[in-house]
């Protein structure tokens, strides 16, 4: 419903990249907003949060050509707001710092549009912090300065040198790589004495941060060799000198790793934050959400047959599965005494832990759960529990897997097979690219998969020509099946859980000796 009294624009920082360091605020706003308008410094981690049905404009300067001109941005704002939008208009590290937070709150002032401004953990700190580097120091410096490094136009240098020397404080430059070997000069030229500490940090707080520490005389040349990339900021003062005794952020146990996380997009993200846990950067892709079939006529009927035989057996592959039964049954307001209070006894199976706690929370303790996750044990286990004679109802996903119910019928069991939900797949046409690209530069050290059906999802939202360099950790054979078929290199975790699948990353990056029970 389109409602011009509701239209705001939230002007708000996402942090240098990071999403551990977004603000509870900015969280919120990424459910909740009806667009996104973003720049380029938003990190894929953090673009990968964001519903599928949400709105998202890109703004910011695409390869080879100019950013998107400052009245264009000013126009989609002012569109979307006075079409009802909530907009969160989403900049890197803090909107106030230059990020032209100013111009854009100005355009809303003078249009009247309710506007609300959201701070954002700035780069200028950040990135030295995940470096290792305090910006003051007792023993060292008592202020900071922070300085864009941009040129002018005409290619001038606007900033004052010999004042910042005299101001005796460490000294951050943003923008500024393009310009390293003037600005290294001009403080030297300003007085600044030559083996004055400096360093370049590149892409800071993200998997692939670099650290490039100097002297004043000494950096140019050294981040030059390195190949330095963007984005970076440049820090001048003692206190550079310190990242060799501080630095942390590549040192934890999977600092530097990128993960990729593909979930059933109703599933909670415990693997994710765990993996954050950790140190990776994780992006998440709900690579599937599940849809309810509803009205679910072959529910009813199969649930209204229920009795025939003594005894009846309910069968759920997953969480999601246990949800949309206890939904359909509050549609069709059924009452749960019609299906247990009968003179049939009936038995319950769950596929793995996470279902038996779904029903678990319903109040149902299921009868057999098999020791290893996978369809054809939780056929083989029912086959081998259920008395002779009796009815199996599968209640799962339409299209799940085929070898749950042979070994049924082999057992001489009766089986209604009953979709409960569809599986959907989707991702944000500028998440897929910026996905894809990540896996072309080797960026993406791993994709996790808790279900071969995730394992489509990701192929069909993701979409590689190749698959090849994907390294896959799988939570049971199934879903390594399914991995294999498309020519991923598969890690199988040893149990069907996700701390089991926390071990086998740990393991696979030389990361022992620390027990994933967090
Ligand atoms: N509003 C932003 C700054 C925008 S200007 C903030 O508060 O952080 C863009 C500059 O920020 C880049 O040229 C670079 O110098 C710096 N920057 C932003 N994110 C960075 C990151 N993750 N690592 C290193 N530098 C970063």
Redesign the pocket.
């Known amino acids: 419903m389109e409602n011009r009294e509701k239209g705001k624009v939230w002007i708000a920082?996402a942090g240098?990249?990071d999403a551990g360091l977004l603000t509870v605020k900015v969280r919120t706003l990424l459910d909740r907003a009806d667009v996104i308008v973003y720049d380029a410094?938003v990190s894929v981690e953090i673009l990968s949060l964001i519903p599928p049905e949400t709105e998202l404009i890109y703004v910011g300067k695409r390869a080879g050509y100019h950013p998107v001109p400052q009245t264009e941005i000013n126009e989609i704002l002012l569109r979307q707001a006075k079409r009802g939008k909530e907009v969160l208009r989403l900049?890197?590290?803090?909107?106030f710092?230059?990020?032209r937070g100013g111009e854009e709150v100005e355009l809303l002032v003078e249009h009247g549009i309710p506007f609300e401004i959201v701070p954002?953990v700035?780069?200028?700190s950040a990135?030295p912090a995940y470096a290792g580097i305090p910006l003051t120091h007792r023993d060292f410096t008592s202020s900071f300065h922070v300085i864009t490094g941009h040129p002018r136009k005409d290619g001038t240098s606007r900033i004052d040198y010999s004042t910042l020397v005299k101001t005796k404080g460490t000294l951050v430059?943003?923008?500024?790589?393009t310009s390293l070997e003037s600005i290294m000069e001009g403080l030297m030229q300003a007085g600044m004495a030559q083996d004055t500490p400096a360093a370049v940090?590149?892409?800071?707080?993200?998997a692939g941060?670099r650290r490039i520490v100097s002297t004043v005389s000494g950096l140019a040349g050294k981040a030059s060799e390195s190949g330095i990339g963007?984005?970076?900021?440049i820090i001048v003062g003692k206190v550079c000198a310190l990242a060799e005794g501080f630095h942390w952020a590549e040192d934890r146990c999977l600092g530097g790793r990128q993960i990729l996380v593909t979930r059933p997009r109703q599933a909670s993200s415990s693997l994710a934050d765990k993996l954050r846990f950790y140190g990776a950067q994780v992006i998440e892709l709900p690579s599937i959400r599940t849809q309810m079939i509803s009205p679910n006529p072959l529910l009813k009927e199969a649930l209204e047959a229920l009795g025939k035989s003594r005894e009846e057996w309910l069968v759920f592959t997953s969480p999601a599965g246990v949800l949309d039964f206890f939904r359909q049954l509050r549609e069709q307001k059924m009452d749960i005494r019609s299906i247990f209070a009968g003179s049939w006894q009936v038995k319950i199976g769950a596929i793995g832990s996470a279902t038996a706690r779904e029903l678990e929370s319903h109040g149902i303790q299921a009868d057999m759960v098999p020791s290893v996750f996978c369809a054809k044990a939780l056929g083989e286990g029912i086959a081998q529990t259920a008395q002779a004679g009796s009815h199996v109802t599968v209640l799962r996903a339409a299209e799940g897997s085929e070898e749950l119910i042979p070994p049924l019928l082999a057992a001489g069991l009766t089986v209604a097979d009953v979709p409960l939900y569809e599986t959907v797949y989707e991702t944000h046409e500028q998440v897929r690219e910026k996905i894809q690209d990540l896996f072309v530069a080797g960026a993406i050290d791993a994709v996790t998969f808790t279900s071969a059906s995730t394992v489509k999802g990701f192929v069909q939202g993701v979409g590689l020509s190749d698959y090849r360099h994907v390294t896959a950790v799988c939570i049971g054979e199934q879903t390594a099946k399914e991995a294999a078929r498309y020519g991923m290199r598969v890690l199988v975790s040893r149990e069907a859980s996700i701390d089991s699948m926390i071990q086998t990353v740990m393991e696979e990056f030389g990361c022992c000796g620390i027990h994933a029970n967090g």
């Open positions: 920082g240098p990249g410094l900049k890197g590290g803090d909107p710092v230059f990020g954002g700035t780069s200028a990135v430059f943003l923008m500024g790589v940090l590149e892409k800071g707080t993200l941060q963007m984005p970076a900021i």
